[in-house]
Structure formats: structure tokens, C-alpha cells
């Protein structure tokens, strides 16, 4: 693990040469490959000090986060051809990156807490420095606060469990559980505020909205699943007050994840679409944390690996249209079947996959989590019906709506995809496909 | 800089730096009230300067508070000395505790303090913000009132904060920010000195790039940072230690709040902490209101306005926001 880290740290120096755009990206790929190449033992939290206390479902994120950042390089070239403040967006991402991989690998809550916040200014950075429009700063502010709001009283709740337990190990979580409601609601905002559950969802299409495609690849990809990931792992202490408290999340986020994708029809910016929807795929996943059994933190798990490639994915390709059109409008991207045809067969992979077709994670996940609320209570039916057909809905009217039809008559002239474009596609499209395969690996992770 | 070409205020700057340090180590009260005055009557004229009619004024403000309050300081510690046998501990503690509030300019006696600062340079406002507050703490960890504290500590953050709202200028804001860090500091004097030793550092450590920060480039008002025309590397320096003022967590000044929170959870204080965590994100908003400048990297800015600064400067000032850019994180390697 310290080996990573000092490659991350030695990728620094690195950032500030000239024309070392793709060497940055070539070397966050080939640190995947030997990421990928650690023996782990899977079960949990073997490999204390080799592995810094990664068990399956860190090391799966980790390597998530590596993937996503090395595509993020790959995706935002327009930066390197306007030479747009190059250096400090690699600084940024790397150190971005070093959060997310402490922030996944490490035991001990606080640090978690530490790495957790960490992440969140060169997200911050992101969005305010590379943004389009002037309303980036509203986003950033509302992405900021509304995250530090909810993560402030996490830290008390931490340092409350530290007092109480001795030890802020979240291996020893396992052997105490509290029945304080107000450390119930400190201990998880912070996680729902960042997953984003409906209700204090309205910092992520701001953010996503106003993101550059970078930004908008991270957000949806990896910062997303930190609050998930929190959840994974605070739930362990709250057994007994979730018992008590856990439906009104499970409500909230199903019924909301619901209105959430019947909101998605009327967006007409397809960013704010596709964030949206993952809005509305993050309720499931808290839906199936919030349910505490087996199948619900299988299927979790698997959702935010899938669910991290698929947007990830959706987000380039409206990055791609954008760079193309000018716009992300659905009113004037509409008709693309007519100039990009192979683009078309991306978006159609990349939309199926969101709406849980055969061969994706997001159908794993999506069955799982349908296992797990289901053997929790029969009402979720409803919902669940509802959030899987409309997610069906909303990805074919994005699909239709863009590659269907008349194209607009104000566009000018373009070029269709190029190969970095597909490339960047493909690798998002062939791990949520092909990690099926071995989906026993993603299945026994705890 | 200032100090070294003028050989009366090296003078003065060295009975500052006596004074404290008389007040803090004499084993009396009446020693400490000598301590007290000798470092106003050695600040103020530090303050004045020939050029400027706002630092005159500043003086005389300065003058008249702080002869006030060593005047209160030195009435009650007589009468404490006159009546020790009475029992009057809380008002004794909480006459001595306010005239030494007000030395330090804290929350009720606090008005003075943004005015004053308004007056003064870059190089002032780094001293009265940090090291005139050195000998009012010290004193008041002698004989606190510990009801009486914890409620001007809450008010200090409080009041630090809602001061600082639609403030421009940028001195008005380190002003209220130091109230507001002040709550802090007579909390983390409450537990125990050597974590108000380590927070005081911390937060005369980044009071001093900001105020250096500030003198290099001549900046008062928030205004001004959006039209100057600033090396990158200086701009991301300012945002990078004013978010760390702020104690956002991967930064050097998250590190002392860290241990001030840890340790009033270990007292028990939960409803102390959630007012001072709040106020706090508070003050993120608005040193962010501040570093809008530089967290946008394409902005408007005036070609024909160019900073230019001494590149031995610019080094320092990047040593300097490399260690509250990393130093929480090479400190925390300690605890994975």
C-alpha cells in the first residue's frame, strides 16, 4: 500500500513539467494494473499492515477511484489543448486521488472522517476553477456547505464513539452498538448528504450541472460511494438504533428515488438528467444498506461499482456531444444518429447498462437490492416496480431524444468521435460488463 | 522589516516582547498588572507612524481601552487583596476575567477591536491579533470563572461570526476571525495549556502568512483581490492558507481544532463543541467569500494592473503554504 502512496506522491512533481499529460494518465493506468495484481484475501480486514486494513470492499473502490481518475485525464483533453491551467488540474487530480485511496484503505474512523473532507476541496477546485458558467460558484458553495454542515457533527459523533469505545477501529465496531438517536443522526447525515439521499439531493445536480466533465466524472463516480461506503461501514456501530430508526431512511430514499426518476423526464439538460437519475439509483442503494441484511450490502456494494463506470460513462458522452455542439441541450442535441453513428452504439451500451440490462453490474446490484427489500418488507414492491421501470423509461427517452429524430438545424460544422473518445468509452463500458464474470469475487465481501 | 530600520521601535518592540513575558512569569498579581501596562504603553508606539493619520487615531483608541482595562485589572485585584475573606469568588473572578477581556479585546469589550485594526498595517495587526493575546490568556487561566468563560466563549464564536457577515475589509475580517478563534482558544485553555500552546502556534503561525501575504501585495479590502493581477502559485498560496484558517481538514489548521474538539468531547461539553463547529463552518463561508478570487482560475483581471514581488518572497510564502498544505497530513501518518 505505502508503495501506491509514494507513486501517487511521486506522480506530484511530475504535474508540474510540461507535456506531461498523458505520461500522468499512463502512469495512474499502469498503478491500476498493479493495484489489480494484489493478492487480497477476502475476507475481512485481513492484510493489516500490507494492505493498510483493506478488505474487499475498499479494495474494489480503490481500484474504482484509480480507474476513474485515470479516465478523467483521458476525457478532459480540451484542457490540454486550450493549455488550461494543465499543471495544477493534474496536481489536483492526483491529490484528489490520494484522498480517495487513504480515504478508502484506512481503519481508523477519524482519519477516515479526515480523508473523507479532504476530498471534498479538490472536488471544490474542480468545479470553481474549471467550470463553464459563473453559477459554479453556487454550486461549489452549495456543494461545500452542504457537506460540511452534515460531516461537522460526524466528527463529534466519531470522537463520542472514541470516548465510549476506546478505539475509533472500525473493525471494533462490530462489538458495541449504541441507542442514542443523536448520534444515530450525526454518525449517518454526513454519509446521506454525500451519497445524496432525496431530501439533501440538491447540491448534486447543481455541482454536476456546473462540473466540468472531470469534475462531473468524479462526483458521480467515486464521491457518491464514499457516503455509501461510510454507510457500509457506520452501520456496523448503529445496529440497534437502526433496527429502530433505519425505515424512515428506506421510505425516503425509495419514494424519493421514485419522484426523483419521474423528475428525470422533464429535465431538458442531459447533465442534470443523468445526475438525477443517479440520484435515484443512490435511493436503492440506501434502501439496501438501510435493510442491514446480507443481500443488501452485497448488492450495494455492487450497485456503486456499477453504477461509478456506468454515469462516469453517461457523463462523457454528454461531455462529448457538448464539445461537439456547444451545448447539452435536449433541444438541440437530438437526431446525433445521423452524424455519429458509433457514438450512437455507446450511448445505447452505456443507457442500457443504466437501466439494469443483462449483462452489467447494475443488474447484479439491482437484483440483490430487490432480494434484500423485498425479504425486509413486501410494501417496497411498489416502489422498487416504479424505480426500475422508470430508470428503464428515463435512460430510453434520453436515448431517443438525443440519437432519434431530426437533428437541429443550428448546427455547424463538427467532426464525429475520435479514437480517445471511444476508448474512454469502451473502458467504462467493459468492466461494468465483463466483472460479471467473476461476480463471486464482488459477492463474498464481507 | 519595518522594525529593523528604525532603532526606536526596535526599542519598543523589544519591551513588547519583555512585558508579556514579565506579566506571564511574575508570581504576583501586581507584577502582572506592571506586564500589562508596560506592553501598552510599548504597542502603542509601534502603532503610530508619521504618514498615516489612521494610525494616530488607532492609538489613541488603543490607548484609551487598554488603559481601561489593566485600570479595572488592578481596582479588583486591591479589592480581591482587601476582602480575601469575604466570599465574593465569582464576582472578584468575574471582574478580573472581564478587565482582562477586554485587554484582549473579547466578547463583551470586544468594539474596539475591529476599529483599531482597521487602523493599523499589515505588520500591527499580526502583533495585536496574536502576541498581545498572549499575557490576557495566560492571566486568565490563573483565576478563570468557568460558568462566566464558557458563556463568553460560545458569544465569542457567535459574535465573531455575524461580525464578520457583509464585511469588505479585510483587516474587519481577520478581526472578527480572531474573536471567533478566540472562543477556541479560552476552550482549549480550559482543558489545558499545552493544547492552547499548540492551537495559539498554529494560529499565529497562519495568521502570519496571511498578514504577510497581505503586506507583500498591499491588499485591505476584498475587493481588491478580484482585479490584482497575481502570480498563480500566490494565488492558490492564499486560498490554500485561508482554507487552512478555516480548519478545513486536509490542512494544517484542522489539526489544532482536531484536539480542542477531542478533548471538550472527552469533557462531556457536546453543546460547547456543536456552537463552536458551527460557527466555524460559518467562518469557512466567509474567508471563502474572501478566496473567490483565486478558486476561480479564469477570472477577470486587469493586464495593465501586474503584482510584481520579490522572488525570495514568493518562496517563502510557498515554504510557508506547503506546510499547512501537508503538514496535517505528514502529522497524521503518525495515527493510520
Known amino acids: ?446 | 522589516m519595518l522594525f529593523m530600520i528604525n532603532s526606536n521601535k526596535m526599542f519598543f518592540f523589544f519591551t513588547l516582547f519583555f512585558s508579556t513575558l514579565i506579566s506571564i512569569s511574575s508570581n504576583s498579581w501586581l507584577g502582572c498588572w506592571i506586564g500589562l501596562e508596560i506592553n501598552l504603553l510599548s504597542f502603542i508606539p509601534l502603532i503610530t507612524s508619521p504618514n498615516n493619520l489612521l494610525n494616530s487615531e488607532a492609538s489613541l483608541k488603543y490607548f484609551l481601552t487598554q488603559s481601561i482595562a489593566p485600570i479595572n485589572f488592578l481596582f479588583s485585584i486591591l479589592l480581591k487583596l482587601l476582602m480575601l475573606n469575604f466570599f465574593f469568588h465569582d464576582l472578584f473572578s468575574i471582574m478580573i476575567n472581564s478587565s482582562l477581556l477586554m485587554k484582549m479585546g473579547s466578547i463583551p469589550f470586544h468594539f474596539w477591536f475591529p476599529n483599531i485594526m482597521e487602523g493599523l498595517s499589515w505588520l500591527n495587526c499580526f502583533i495585536l491579533m496574536t502576541w498581545q493575546k498572549i499575557s490576557p490568556l495566560i492571566l486568565l487561566s490563573y483565576y478563570m470563572n468557568i460558568n462566566f468563560i464558557s458563556i463568553i466563549m460560545i458569544f465569542n464564536c457567535i459574535i465573531g461570526v455575524i461580525g464578520s457577515f457583509n464585511q469588505n475589509s479585510i483587516r474587519k475580517l481577520m478581526a472578527f476571525s480572531s474573536i471567533n478563534n478566540l472562543g477556541w482558544m479560552m476552550s482549549s485553555l480550559m482543558i489545558s495549556e499545552s493544547i492552547w500552546k499548540l492551537f495559539f502556534f498554529l494560529y499565529s503561525f497562519l495568521i502570519m502568512i496571511m498578514c504577510i501575504m497581505s503586506y507583500l501585495i498591499n491588499i485591505f479590502f476584498i475587493n481588491q483581490l478580484f482585479n490584482i493581477n497575481l502570480n498563480f502559485f500566490f494565488k492558490i498560496s492564499i486560498m490554500i492558507n485561508f482554507l487552512s484558517l478555516g480548519g478545513l481538514p486536509p490542512l494544517l489548521g484542522f489539526f489544532s481544532k482536531w484536539m480542542i474538539i477531542n478533548f471538550l468531547i472527552m469533557n462531556n461539553m457536546f453543546l460547547i463543541t456543536f456552537f463552536f463547529i458551527m460557527s466555524s463552518l460559518i467562518m469557512i463561508f466567509v474567508y471563502i467569500r474572501i478566496i473567490y478570487s483565486s478558486l476561480l482560475s479564469y477570472s477577470f483581471k486587469f493586464k495593465w494592473f501586474k503584482n510584481f514581488i520579490k522572488y525570495n518572497y514568493i518562496m517563502i510564502i510557498n515554504f510557508f503554504s506547503l506546510i499547512s498544505l501537508s503538514g496535517m497530513i505528514f502529522s497524521t501518518f503518525f495515527f493510520i
Open chain 1, 1 to 446: 500500500m505505502m508503495k501506491f502512496m509514494f507513486m501517487l506522491l511521486f506522480i506530484i512533481p511530475l504535474c508540474f513539467l510540461q507535456n506531461m499529460f498523458w505520461l500522468v494518465y499512463l502512469f495512474l493506468m499502469l498503478m491500476m494494473f498493479m493495484f489489480m495484481n494484489l493478492s487480497i484475501n477476502i475476507m475481512n480486514f485481513c492484510n493489516l499492515s500490507y494492505m493498510l486494513g483493506c478488505d474487499m470492499i475498499s479494495y474494489g473502490l480503490i481500484i474504482l477511484s484509480i480507474w476513474i481518475s485515470a479516465l478523467m485525464i483521458m476525457s478532459s483533453q480540451s484542457l490540454l489543448k486550450m493549455k488550461f491551467y494543465l499543471n495544477f488540474f493534474l496536481f489536483n487530480i492526483i491529490m484528489l486521488m490520494l484522498m480517495l485511496f487513504l480515504t478508502f484503505s484506512v481503519m481508523n474512523m477519524f482519519m477516515f472522517y479526515l480523508f473523507f473532507e479532504g476530498s471534498l476541496i479538490p472536488t471544490l477546485l474542480l468545479i470553481m476553477g474549471w467550470g463553464y458558467q459563473p453559477e459554479r460558484i453556487q454550486a461549489g458553495m452549495y456543494l461545500l456547505f452542504y457537506t460540511l454542515f452534515a460531516s461537522l457533527p460526524l466528527l463529534l459523533g466519531i470522537f463520542y464513539i472514541y470516548i465510549n469505545n476506546y478505539s475509533m477501529m472500525m473493525y471494533f465496531f462490530k462489538f458495541n452498538s449504541y441507542e442514542c438517536i443523536y448520534l444515530y443522526v450525526a454518525m449517518i447525515l454526513a454519509f446521506l448528504v454525500k451519497m445524496p439521499m432525496y431530501f439533501l439531493h440538491l447540491w448534486l445536480p447543481k455541482a454536476h450541472v456546473e462540473a466540468p466533465i472531470s469534475g462531473s466524472m468524479i462526483l458521480a463516480a467515486v464521491m457518491l460511494k464514499l457516503g455509501g461506503y461510510g454507510l457500509l461501514r457506520v452501520m456496523m456501530i448503529l445496529q440497534k438504533i437502526g433496527l429502530k430508526m433505519n425505515y424512515i431512511m428506506v421510505v425516503i430514499s425509495l419514494i424519493g428515488g421514485l419522484y426523483i426518476s419521474l423528475k428525470c423526464f422533464c429535465q431538458i439538460d442531459m447533465k442534470s438528467l443523468i445526475a438525477y437519475s443517479s440520484v435515484a439509483h443512490m435511493g436503492m442503494v440506501i434502501g439496501g444498506i438501510m435493510t442491514m441484511n446480507y443481500w443488501g450490502y452485497l448488492g450495494s456494494y455492487i450497485m456503486m461499482i456499477g453504477h461509478g463506470l456506468c454515469s462516469s460513462g453517461m457523463f462523457c458522452l454528454s461531455n462529448i456531444n457538448y464539445e461537439r455542439l456547444g451545448s447539452r441541450s435536449l433541444f438541440i442535441n437530438k437526431g446525433l444518429m445521423n452524424f455519429m453513428p458509433s457514438m450512437s452504439m455507446w450511448w445505447f451500451l452505456l443507457l442500457s447498462s443504466n437501466m439494469a440490462a443483462p449483462p452489467s453490474l447494475n443488474l447484479m446490484g439491482e437484483i440483490s437490492l430487490i432480494n434484500s427489500m423485498m425479504s425486509w418488507s413486501w410494501i417496497t414492491m411498489f416502489m422498487l416496480m416504479g424505480l426500475s421501470f422508470f430508470s428503464a423509461g428515463y435512460s430510453l427517452y434520453l436515448y431517443s431524444y438525443t440519437q432519434h429524430g431530426g437533428y437541429s438545424l443550428g448546427l455547424y460544422s463538427f467532426f464525429s468521435g475520435v479514437s480517445r473518445e471511444y476508448l474512454t468509452l469502451m473502458l467504462h463500458w467493459l468492466p461494468l460488463n465483463l466483472l460479471v464474470l467473476k461476480i463471486d469475487y464482488v459477492m463474498i465481501w464481507f
